[in-house]
């Protein structure tokens, strides 16, 4: 099983529409959870962080579920440039820092 | 603030040279890490550094080896070329703050013919 796992995708939704992405993590001692999102042939960029209590950076919301072992990213209001490849990420902290990607789901916003 | 840098954008190599790759992290960044990332493959993470020490190598073979300097730039050294090491090399820092997340430079394109 890999540490960090991602819906396949790829997620094709229309303008307007709101989209969840999961990302399941098997190291239960994980430290800090992330979203960065990846454009084609780009270098990944921080998205926002994710918090126990989960959080909201205006159409995005992040979710962390530690018992589960789950995080969420919920898009509201797709955008055409809401297009990319998002990678969940996990910091393990196992010694200083971890950090562990995902394969991404990849999302295109069609017009 | 200067992001991560990393130089040569673009690389192309012969099978069997030696290559080269920089980075310099954002100014009060120890850590740098290297990631491969090939066409259409997730990021595949290679060496981890900080503080001038190797603190954790991925998956990869002794080929693949790099240093940081006093000022936590960094060099990846890939010896040996085979053709299935064209990729992306990806460079990021972090702070060493626990919570700290990573910040990547724009990469540099491998080709090895």
């Known amino acids: 099983r890999k540490e960090v796992e991602q819906d396949p995708g790829p997620f094709n939704v229309p303008e307007g529409a709101t989209v969840a992405f999961n990302c399941t993590y098997s190291?239960?001692?994980?430290?800090?959870f992330f979203w960065y999102r990846q454009d084609c042939r780009k270098e990944p960029k921080l998205l926002m962080s994710?918090?126990?209590s989960g959080n909201e950076d205006g159409r995005f919301t992040a979710q962390l579920n530690r018992a589960s072992q789950y995080i969420s990213l919920l898009i509201r209001d797709s955008k055409l440039s809401d297009s990319a490849t998002y990678l969940c990420v996990v910091n393990n902290d196992n010694y200083g820092q971890n950090f562990v990607f995902g394969p991404g789901t990849r999302l295109s916003v069609l017009p | 603030e200067a992001g991560v840098t990393q130089s040569p954008t673009h690389l192309i190599k012969t099978r069997g040279q030696q290559a080269t790759l920089r980075c310099s992290p954002i100014s009060g960044h120890t850590s740098v890490y290297w990631y491969q990332q090939a066409l259409g493959l997730g990021l595949q993470f290679l060496l981890w550094y900080d503080e001038g020490e190797e603190r954790n190598r991925g998956n990869f073979p002794p080929r693949f080896s790099g240093r940081q300097f006093p000022n936590y730039s960094s060099e990846l050294n890939v010896n040996a070329l085979e053709l299935e090491d064209s990729a992306l090399y990806l460079c990021?820092?972090?702070?060493?703050?626990?919570?700290?997340?990573?910040?990547f430079g724009p990469g540099t394109r491998l080709t090895v013919l």
């Open positions: 994710v918090y126990s």
């Open positions: 190291n239960s001692a994980s430290q800090s």
């Open positions: 990021a820092s972090s702070s060493t703050l626990r919570t700290g997340s990573q910040y």
